[in-house]
């Protein structure tokens, strides 16, 4: 019996220690990967060879401090505010899904499961976002546990009654500039997120980027169970804590 015991502790020990390696939250390297670009708060590496087209990659020194700084030849920084104005729709380089804290044992991990299979529509006036809706397809948020993926998708969610997740702004966001380059800028937003059928307002801070003429957008959304009538998802020997988080990466192109 002790055995027995050690064995399925020491299994439930290498579950939560080792198997279940979750993603970290979603912060900006994930908004800078999902938009292509190196993330902005990464040192440089000085092992890197200089750039063979920079006078000092070219010369190996470095330019005179008076020399005229040349003109920047990337058009997503030099784009005007007013080329990103209309309608865009998300790619398959977003992100969306939950974090949920759990104990299995006595021992917490963490539960994540995320989808990138997402609908929607951005519409932008100025530096304005006048308008977003996104929809998620409930049954294609996993996670790396089959078991967890079949409680979430059935008595947790009930996506066949319920099978999509969806966020509608419901008062614009002012950024006040169109960021350009390695800038991010945040603001809040405040709309309604609908889950297992049920509506609230929320409202959060959302960080936006801009690349080679796509808008990124990141953010997070605390969510209490009870507030969407989602009972407490401990099961057996899992048990959970009574709120969870909605995070996002977003990316979008023109429609």
């Given at each position: 019996?002790?055995?027995?015991?050690?064995?399925?502790?020491?299994?439930?020990?290498?579950?939560?220690?080792?198997?279940?390696d979750a993603p970290d939250?979603?912060?900006?390297?994930?908004?800078?990967?999902?938009?292509?670009?190196?993330?902005?708060?990464?040192?440089?590496?000085?092992?890197?060879?200089?750039?063979?087209?920079?006078?000092?990659?070219?010369?190996?020194?470095?330019?005179?401090?008076?020399?005229?700084?040349?003109?920047?030849?990337?058009?997503?920084?030099?784009?005007?505010?007013?080329?990103?104005?209309?309608?865009?729709?998300?790619?398959?380089?977003?992100?969306?899904?939950?974090?949920?804290?759990?104990?299995?044992?006595?021992?917490?991990?963490?539960?994540?499961?995320?989808?990138?299979?997402?609908?929607?529509?951005?519409?932008?006036?100025?530096?304005?976002?006048?308008?977003?809706?996104?929809?998620?397809?409930?049954a294609t948020i996993s996670?790396?546990?089959?078991?967890?993926?079949?409680?979430?998708?059935?008595?947790?969610?009930?996506?066949?009654?319920?099978?999509?997740?969806?966020?509608?702004?419901?008062?614009?966001?002012?950024?006040?500039?169109?960021?350009?380059?390695?800038?991010?800028?945040?603001?809040?937003?405040?709309?309604?997120?609908?889950?297992?059928?049920?509506?609230?307002?929320?409202?959060?801070?959302?960080?936006?980027?801009?690349?080679?003429?796509?808008?990124?957008?990141?953010?997070?959304?605390?969510?209490?169970?009870?507030?969407?009538?989602?009972?407490?998802?401990?099961?057996?020997?899992?048990?959970?804590?009574?709120?969870?988080?909605?995070?996002?990466?977003?990316?979008?192109?023109?429609?």
């Open positions: 019996m002790i055995a027995a015991v050690v064995l399925v502790f020491g299994g439930i020990l290498l579950y939560t220690q080792v198997i279940n939250a979603l912060d900006e390297s994930d908004l800078s990967s999902a938009l292509g670009q190196p993330d902005p708060t990464d040192p440089p590496d000085p092992t890197d060879p200089p750039d063979a087209t920079s006078p000092a990659g070219a010369a190996g020194t470095t330019a005179p401090a008076d020399s005229p700084t040349p003109p920047t030849t990337d058009g997503a920084a030099d784009e005007p505010a007013g080329s990103f104005d209309g309608d865009w729709v998300p790619t398959a380089a977003s992100e969306f899904g939950y974090r949920v804290q759990e104990v299995l044992a006595g021992l917490e991990t963490t539960a994540v499961g995320r989808s990138n299979e997402i609908d929607g529509l951005l519409t932008i006036e100025g530096t304005t976002a006048t308008a977003l809706d996104v929809e998620v397809q409930v996670s790396d546990s089959s078991q967890r993926d079949a409680q979430f998708r059935g008595r947790i969610m009930n996506a066949d009654e319920f099978p999509t997740a969806t966020f509608q702004l419901t008062e614009p966001i002012d950024f006040g500039s169109i960021p350009v380059g390695d800038e991010t800028i945040t603001a809040a937003a405040t709309g309604d997120l609908t889950l297992r059928g049920v509506s609230n307002p929320v409202s959060f801070d959302v960080t936006a980027r801009t690349t080679d003429g796509r808008i990124g957008v990141l953010g997070s959304i605390p969510v209490v169970f009870a507030d969407y009538g989602i009972d407490n998802p401990s099961f057996g020997a899992v048990r959970t804590e009574d709120e969870g988080l909605v995070e996002f990466v977003l990316v979008f192109e023109p429609a």
